[in-house]
């Protein structure tokens, strides 16, 4: 997908990611609180999950592409990897460690 990208394209989806990771980590930060990891933590997670979504779907071959679909991967990767880190986080609280 970056592949066919034109420098302005990308830099034009590099902001838009920054911009909405942003307001996504604002919003959980103030969801999870505690479990959280602040603004900026649950952003850089949010982004970083972004990116193995699409990769994750790339990587296993799924039957259609479409910039839908990459969205969907990308949603879906961003908010199952925070919820992992944040699971993680609250287990290990709860056990002392």
Do not use: H, W
């Not at 944040?86 to 709860?94: E, H, I, Q, S």
Request: net charge negative; with cysteine; aromatic share 10%.
């Amino acid at each position: 997908m970056l592949a066919y990208m034109d420098t302005n394209t990308f830099l034009m989806l590099l902001l838009i990611v920054g911009v909405a990771g942003f307001f996504g980590g604002l919003a959980m930060d103030g969801v999870l609180e505690e479990d959280g990891f602040g603004v900026i933590g649950n952003m850089l997670i949010l982004i970083a999950g972004a990116v193995i979504g699409i990769q994750f779907g790339g990587a296993i071959r799924l039957p259609f592409e479409s910039t839908i679909a990459d969205a969907v991967r990308a949603i879906s990767g961003a908010f199952i990897c925070l919820t992992l880190l944040a699971l993680t986080k609250n287990v290990l609280r709860r056990f002392g460690l």
